[in-house]
């Protein structure tokens, strides 16, 4: 039985399964409207969501399932202190299968690690957003037609921007991809995925500060938004917020066919004077998040029932004897979670905490 924590838990082969079951519900939803009957979808959300938690549901409503939850932590038992493994352990009791979103990198990891059913990271700190993953993949497919063989430009935070993350360690995994990274240097790409993907990948990728010059060599254009909710410091949150902004001027320099995508929510970072071109994608997009996740709770929930068994950390893989300092992982906020890390590059000596991948 597992879940879905990483993008990186799902092979090629199973990111290409989910794609065709996600484009077989838009051709034929008949077929799929009493697939989860009597089954039901728990939606852990402690931090804000409008696409993410509505898409779930949405997706579990119309496979026949029913659907669970709250949608701020302050309507549930952390507010009285209650930890998120026991909150896991607990909601296993009254679902089927859970969505989590969490402010702190991990904690859908160590829910999963307490809960006896398959728990789905949701968005994660500035982490990972693995569903929101799944969203992409899918309108890049329906959009362009393919996968592979793509320069794709990623735009904003790609620091705490955790939907940039999980789709450059899917998209890594196809053959031809190349990445423009577009950001001030303050929110460049972090280490996990510039040493434990594309490094060690081979994968090219150039970091540039300039989205005038970088659009025009574009396949696909991923803008996210400067998020305040992720700075400590407002003021630097002021400085940095209008650095990228998408206008018609802008996308006159692009290719004819190309689409941008963006996670949404917006603020000012796309004009709405874009929307009206057909190389915006990104409405299309969040329609996309609602099949992929109907694609993923039907998958999960079938192998949950083919086979029951937790599925564990590895525990030879783990190291006790080292701290983590992120202060936005789960480890600093619930004390009595153990430190674990892992060793991901034994030549350089670089061990990373198994619950935000912040090096040790
Ligand atoms: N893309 C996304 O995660 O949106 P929400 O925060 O509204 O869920």
Redesign the pocket.
């Known amino acids: 039985m597992r879940g879905l924590n990483s993008i990186l838990e799902l092979r090629v082969d199973e990111l290409d399964q989910l794609i065709a079951t996600a484009k077989d519900i838009i051709a034929h939803p008949e077929n799929y409207w009493n697939r989860c009957a009597h089954k039901k979808l728990a939606t852990l959300f402690f ?9 779930f549901e949405a997706a579990m409503l119309e496979l026949g399932g029913s659907v669970l939850g709250f949608s701020e932590a302050a309507s549930s038992s952390a507010s009285k202190g209650e930890s998120v493994a026991d909150t896991a352990k607990i909601v296993s009791c009254y679902a089927d299968i859970i969505a989590m ?1 969490h402010p702190k990198e991990g904690a859908p990891f160590v829910a999963a690690q307490a809960a006896s059913i398959p728990v789905i990271n ?2 994660d700190g500035g982490h990972n ?1 693995p569903t ?1 993953t799944l ?1 992409d993949l899918l309108t890049i497919s329906r959009e362009l037609g393919r996968l592979n063989d793509l320069t794709i430009g990623l735009c904003g935070d790609l620091k705490y921007g955790r ?1 940039v993350h999980s789709l450059i360690e899917a998209m890594s995994r196809y053959p031809g991809v190349k990445f423009v990274l577009i950001s001030p240097k303050e929110l460049k790409i972090p280490g996990f995925i510039r040493y434990n993907v594309l490094e060690p990948h081979h994968i090219p990728y150039k970091e540039v500060s300039s989205l005038e010059e970088a659009i025009p060599e574009l396949d696909v254009l991923y803008m996210t938004r400067i998020q305040r909710e992720r700075f400590e410091d407002p003021w630097e949150y002021q400085r940095l917020r209008d650095t990228y902004v998408l206008d018609v001027e802008k996308m006159k320099l692009a290719k004819e066919i190309m689409c941008v995508l963006h ?3 917006r603020v000012n970072e796309i004009s709405v004077k874009v929307d009206a071109d057909p190389r915006a994608a990104y409405f299309r997009q ?1 329609l996309n ?1 609602k099949y992929m996740r109907m694609a993923l709770i039907l998958k999960l929930l079938d192998e949950a029932e083919k086979n029951p068994q937790p599925h564990l950390m590895n525990e030879m893989e783990l190291e006790y004897d080292r701290v983590c300092h992120n202060p936005k992982c789960i480890s600093q906020v619930e004390q009595e979670l153990p430190q674990l890390f892992r060793c991901t590059d034994k030549a350089a000596d670089i061990h990373r905490c198994v619950y935000c991948d912040q090096r040790g």
């Not at 931090?47 to 898409?55: A, N």
């Open positions: 931090e804000p969501s409008t696409r993410t938690r509505l898409s979103r949701a968005g957003h929101q969203a939907t996670p949404l929510p969040a998040g």
